[in-house]
């Protein structure tokens, strides 16, 4: 499996607070994503980094911001939490190039009450 | 429309049975596709990718139709560990993954 750590696994948190979720990889790939998966929904890319400072939004990005200041971490933040942001965050690890698939980590449980 | 639709199932098979899903994109350009599988409140993991002239890996068979935009998986001899969400991922360019919704298959004994 590929070395991808996400912390935490699980985080209940209010409304208005902020809160930042961290990716870890010794892969040294590329390229990083941040997605969230809700019922119905595929998952969705949330932003996705190509290199350390190099980051672009995906197609939900509102609400979220994120940052990657070394190869190996990714972290993606909540300025201030709202009750739509309850989902399960996923990140992903690619070599990038469309022929590359990505590796997830095993996900984060967020509760926004 | 969504860019990557599958039909959310559940596929209820019996073990032994042959099972297909189909995935449909609407994104012409799309450059490579892939199959995940993912088991109930875990991560998707790579089943397969799925190239043009189709690919098999033991039981399972991809299949790729650019003209009709879809692609299939075939699964042969179901297990009961075959149960889980199959997940059809589309790549439409510049690293831009995009997901279905998943389809949900339950091999019984």
């Known amino acids: 499996d590929a070395g991808i750590t996400q912390s935490p696994r699980h985080k209940v948190t209010e409304t208005g607070t902020p809160v930042t979720l961290r990716c870890h990889q010794t892969?040294?790939?590329?390229?990083m994503y941040w997605y969230r998966q809700d019922p119905g929904h595929g998952l969705r890319l949330i932003h996705y980094s190509y290199g350390v400072k190099d980051t672009d939004k995906g197609e939900v990005s509102d609400g979220y911001s994120v940052s990657r200041s070394k190869t190996e971490d990714f972290l993606l933040t909540l300025e201030s939490a709202t009750s739509s942001q309850t989902s399960v965050y996923f990140c992903?690890?690619?070599?990038?190039?469309?022929?590359?698939?990505?590796?997830f980590g095993n996900g984060t449980r967020l509760t926004v009450t | 429309r969504k860019e990557v639709e599958q039909d959310p199932g559940p596929f209820n098979v019996p073990e032994g049975a042959t099972v297909a899903f189909n995935c449909t994109y609407s994104n012409s350009a799309s450059q490579s596709f892939f199959w995940y599988r993912q088991d109930c409140r875990k991560e998707p993991k790579l089943l397969m990718s799925v190239y043009s002239s189709g690919n098999e890996d033991g039981r399972f068979t991809a299949q790729l139709n650019r003209a009709s935009q879809y692609i299939s998986l075939l699964i042969r001899d179901s297990k009961l560990s075959d149960s889980a969400t199959y997940l059809c991922?589309?790549?439409?360019?510049?690293?831009?993954?995009?997901f279905g919704a998943g389809t949900r298959l339950t091999v019984k004994p």
């Open positions: 991922v589309v790549n439409i360019g510049s690293n831009d993954m995009r």
């Open positions: 992903a690890i690619s070599e990038g190039g469309s022929s590359s698939p990505l590796h």
């Open positions: 892969e040294n790939h590329r390229y």
